[in-house]
Protein backbone atom coordinates (compact mmCIF):
# COMPACT_ATOMS: atom_id res chain seq x y z
CA UNK A 1 0.00 0.00 0.00
CA UNK A 2 1.21 3.17 -0.59
CA UNK A 3 1.52 6.32 2.06
CA UNK A 4 -1.12 8.22 0.33
CA UNK A 5 -3.80 5.14 0.96
CA UNK A 6 -2.54 5.09 5.03
CA UNK A 7 -3.12 8.56 5.66
CA UNK A 8 -6.81 8.19 3.90
CA UNK A 9 -7.39 4.80 6.42
CA UNK A 10 -5.72 6.93 9.41
CA UNK A 11 -7.83 9.95 8.70
CA UNK A 12 -11.02 8.03 8.62
CA UNK A 13 -10.18 6.21 11.58
CA UNK A 14 -8.68 9.51 13.77
CA UNK A 15 -13.03 10.88 12.71
CA UNK A 16 -14.92 8.21 13.54
CA UNK A 17 -13.11 8.00 17.44
CA UNK A 18 -13.86 11.67 17.01
CA UNK A 19 -17.46 10.84 16.04
CA UNK A 20 -17.75 7.95 18.86
CA UNK A 21 -16.51 10.13 21.43
CA UNK A 22 -17.84 13.57 21.34
CA UNK A 23 -21.28 13.40 19.85
CA UNK A 24 -22.78 11.45 22.87
CA UNK A 25 -21.53 14.22 25.13
CA UNK A 26 -22.97 17.12 22.30
CA UNK A 27 -26.26 15.17 22.44
CA UNK A 28 -26.18 15.38 26.60
CA UNK A 29 -25.23 18.86 26.86
CA UNK A 30 -27.83 19.68 24.54
CA UNK A 31 -30.22 17.72 25.95
CA UNK A 32 -29.61 18.98 29.41
CA UNK A 33 -29.52 22.63 28.84
CA UNK A 34 -32.81 22.68 26.45
CA UNK A 35 -35.58 22.91 29.26
CA UNK A 36 -36.88 25.76 30.84
CA UNK A 37 -34.88 26.90 33.68
CA UNK A 38 -36.51 27.68 37.06
CA UNK A 39 -36.16 31.08 38.47
CA UNK A 40 -34.08 31.87 41.41
CA UNK A 41 -36.28 32.18 44.65
CA UNK A 42 -35.53 36.14 45.58
CA UNK A 43 -33.65 37.17 48.51
CA UNK A 44 -35.07 37.01 52.11
CA UNK A 45 -33.75 40.43 52.97
CA UNK A 46 -36.29 41.58 50.24
CA UNK A 47 -39.38 40.06 52.47
CA UNK A 48 -38.22 41.63 55.96
CA UNK A 49 -37.88 45.66 57.04
CA UNK A 50 -37.29 47.46 60.17
CA UNK A 51 -40.16 49.25 61.14
CA UNK A 52 -39.54 50.82 63.95
CA UNK A 53 -36.06 51.68 66.30
CA UNK A 54 -36.30 53.20 69.74
CA UNK A 55 -34.29 53.17 72.91
CA UNK A 56 -36.03 51.82 76.18
CA UNK A 57 -36.39 54.30 78.59
CA UNK A 58 -35.52 51.90 81.64
CA UNK A 59 -32.85 49.70 80.44
CA UNK A 60 -30.98 52.47 78.06
CA UNK A 61 -31.26 49.43 75.05
CA UNK A 62 -32.23 49.89 71.60
CA UNK A 63 -35.32 48.14 70.32
CA UNK A 64 -36.23 47.46 66.42
CA UNK A 65 -39.60 46.54 65.39
CA UNK A 66 -38.38 43.78 62.59
CA UNK A 67 -41.98 43.27 59.72
CA UNK A 68 -41.67 39.82 57.81
CA UNK A 69 -43.96 39.38 55.09
CA UNK A 70 -44.80 35.87 53.85
CA UNK A 71 -43.50 34.00 50.62
CA UNK A 72 -45.45 32.51 47.64
CA UNK A 73 -44.02 29.14 47.95
CA UNK A 74 -44.65 28.35 51.64
CA UNK A 75 -45.49 29.16 55.09
CA UNK A 76 -41.74 29.73 56.97
CA UNK A 77 -39.49 30.65 59.37
CA UNK A 78 -37.28 34.15 58.97
CA UNK A 79 -34.05 34.54 61.05
CA UNK A 80 -32.96 38.54 60.65
CA UNK A 81 -29.61 39.89 61.47
CA UNK A 82 -30.04 44.26 63.07
CA UNK A 83 -27.67 46.12 62.84
CA UNK A 84 -27.60 49.38 64.94
CA UNK A 85 -25.12 51.78 64.19
CA UNK A 86 -25.17 55.61 64.86
CA UNK A 87 -26.07 57.04 61.41
CA UNK A 88 -27.55 55.24 58.06
CA UNK A 89 -24.15 55.62 56.71
CA UNK A 90 -21.72 52.64 57.60
CA UNK A 91 -18.31 53.48 59.40
CA UNK A 92 -15.86 51.92 56.95
CA UNK A 93 -13.53 51.54 60.17
CA UNK A 94 -16.00 50.96 62.57
CA UNK A 95 -18.05 47.66 63.51
CA UNK A 96 -21.56 47.54 64.08
CA UNK A 97 -23.81 45.72 66.80
CA UNK A 98 -25.98 43.53 65.60
CA UNK A 99 -28.82 41.20 66.93
CA UNK A 100 -30.99 38.31 65.70
CA UNK A 101 -34.33 37.82 65.87
CA UNK A 102 -36.62 34.75 64.76
CA UNK A 103 -40.06 35.29 62.92
CA UNK A 104 -41.80 31.73 63.07
CA UNK A 105 -44.97 30.88 60.94
CA UNK A 106 -45.31 33.01 58.59
CA UNK A 107 -47.51 32.13 56.09
CA UNK A 108 -47.89 33.38 52.47
CA UNK A 109 -48.71 37.03 52.00
CA UNK A 110 -49.36 37.25 55.92
CA UNK A 111 -47.14 39.84 58.01
CA UNK A 112 -45.45 38.91 61.07
CA UNK A 113 -43.57 41.30 63.94
CA UNK A 114 -40.70 40.54 66.07
CA UNK A 115 -38.85 43.04 68.17
CA UNK A 116 -34.78 42.60 68.73
CA UNK A 117 -33.39 43.63 71.39
CA UNK A 118 -29.81 45.59 70.44
CA UNK A 119 -27.44 47.27 72.61
CA UNK A 120 -26.92 49.92 75.55
CA UNK A 121 -26.79 53.09 73.92
CA UNK A 122 -25.40 55.85 75.15
CA UNK A 123 -27.42 59.44 76.05
CA UNK A 124 -27.44 61.96 73.38
CA UNK A 125 -27.26 60.06 70.52
CA UNK A 126 -29.70 59.04 68.12
CA UNK A 127 -29.81 55.12 67.23
CA UNK A 128 -29.97 53.86 63.29
CA UNK A 129 -31.67 50.28 63.07
CA UNK A 130 -31.58 48.36 59.72
CA UNK A 131 -31.28 45.01 57.94
CA UNK A 132 -28.12 43.05 57.97
CA UNK A 133 -28.80 40.17 56.75
CA UNK A 134 -32.08 37.42 56.36
CA UNK A 135 -32.54 33.81 55.68
CA UNK A 136 -35.75 31.89 55.48
CA UNK A 137 -36.31 28.85 55.81
CA UNK A 138 -39.55 26.92 54.34
CA UNK A 139 -42.14 24.78 56.89
CA UNK A 140 -41.94 20.87 56.88
Do not use: N
Not at 25 to 39: D, I, N, Q
Not at 88 to 106: E, I, K, M
Amino acid sequence: MSALKWQGWLVGLVTLAALLVFAPLGLYVWASGGGPTEAAPRPAVEDVRVTGCRIDPASRRVLAAVEATGRAEGRGAYVVTVEFRDSATPDPAGRSAQALVRVPGVAPGATEHAEALGPVWPAGTTPWCGVAAAEFTAAP
